[in-house]
């Protein structure tokens, strides 16, 4: 079990740093139109990808309305694959507020999000105007067009968990997957969630051929990635660096929180138990670029008239990107299990703003309390 949980852990940390969202260059890139206009574009850029967190963390709490009687317990572990709508895989620059320092340059105006075309040919070109002292027009700082997407529309977040039966109908699960580092990667995973059978509760229906349950749960994730110092551009003829041999370091924190409420309904059938939930869920997540970040920017004090008064300037931001997203969401879900012996396969499909399927595996001993004589 230990090596198990040891792969989903390395599957979870491989999965984050694989994208290009956690690449150096390419928060350089964002930032080329300044903190606020940068932090916007990678919000919309980024946001789908933060969404998908909240929901694959949200999925395989359960796959039975049974309560676990007192002393049984289980062991699942739960690939959840998250599909992203079409909707979400582009965005509108035009839409994001941007200052008027920051203007497209080709015409266009859709972009890939992180799920959005691998190529961003057709992408906008976003560039950074300012006006120098005395100047009569705008000069462009910079420009660059916008990142591609990866090219596919789902995501897979693997759960594992562990459920036991505390007596009175009712039974505790928990999720926990230590901070673990592999490199310059570190992540984790605590959950807790409760079920509590409550068809003993109402008259005329605790006797019917079916478990009814209502259940709560929550999941935090949390991982973090160690970027390769860089340095600064170099002074040149037009760029002033006060600090040419600092090297920098930063570092990019992922925090996502969930939680979701169903009430679930299932029935045996041999071994076959189909099952079903209705119910809310809601999700925050957190990424954030710490550290100082040296950018090449309008030297304020530029006097064109000067001839070693340079245009540009290199200065520090000091922890430039702070995003947040959150999404609030019902959900239903439908699935099925089959119980051999100990052994359970479970599979169900969660229909909700993004869209869950899920395969999981467990072991499964439905009560360690002695038979009633």
Known sequence: ???????????????????????????????????????????AYASPLFKTFGAG???????????????????????????????DK?????????????????GKNTSSTFFGSNSNTNNPELGSFIRYPGANA?????????????????FMVPTAQVAVGVGIGTEVSFRYMP??????????????????????WIPGIKLMPFDLSV??????????????????DQPTSNIDNPNPNKTYSQSTNFVSSAY????????????????????????????????????????????????????????ELKDPISLTSTFRDLRATAGFMFKLTLF???????LAKYPVASLGIGLHVQSLAPPKL
């Open 215 to 232: 259940m709560a749960a929550f999941t935090r994730l949390d991982a973090s990635v160690q970027l390769a110092a860089l340095k600064a």
């Open 344 to 350: 359970t396969i479970h599979a169900d499909f969660t």
């Open 57 to 87: 963390i949200n999925a395989g709490w359960f796959n039975t309305a049974k309560v676990h009687g007192l002393g049984g317990f289980s062991v699942t572990i739960c690939p959840n694959v998250i599909l992203v709508p079409d909707k």
């Open 90 to 106: 582009t965005f509108d620059v035009s839409s994001l507020g941007l200052s008027n320092n920051t203007r497209v340059i080709n």
């Open 138 to 154: 705008d000069s462009m700082l910079g420009s660059f067009r916008l990142p591609q997407g990866i090219g596919v529309n789902f």
């Open 260 to 315: 979701t409420v169903n009430v679930l309904l299932s029935k045996k059938i041999a071994i076959f138990t189909p099952y079903v939930g209705l119910g809310f869920q809601s999700a925050t997540t957190e990424f954030a670029l710490k550290g100082e970040y040296p950018i090449t920017d309008i030297n304020p004090n530029y006097n064109p008239l000067d001839p070693l008064s340079k245009p540009k300037v290199v200065r």
């Open 1 to 43: 079990m230990k090596s198990i949980i040891k792969k989903i852990k390395l599957v979870l940390t491989t999965t984050l740093v694989s994208t290009n969202l956690f690449s150096q260059n390419d928060m350089s890139t964002f930032l080329k139109v300044g903190i606020n206009d940068g932090n916007k574009v990678l919000n």
């Open 179 to 200: 901070q673990i580092k592999t490199n310059d990667i570190s992540a984790g995973i605590i959950g807790f969630g409760i079920k509590h059978d409550i068809k003993q």
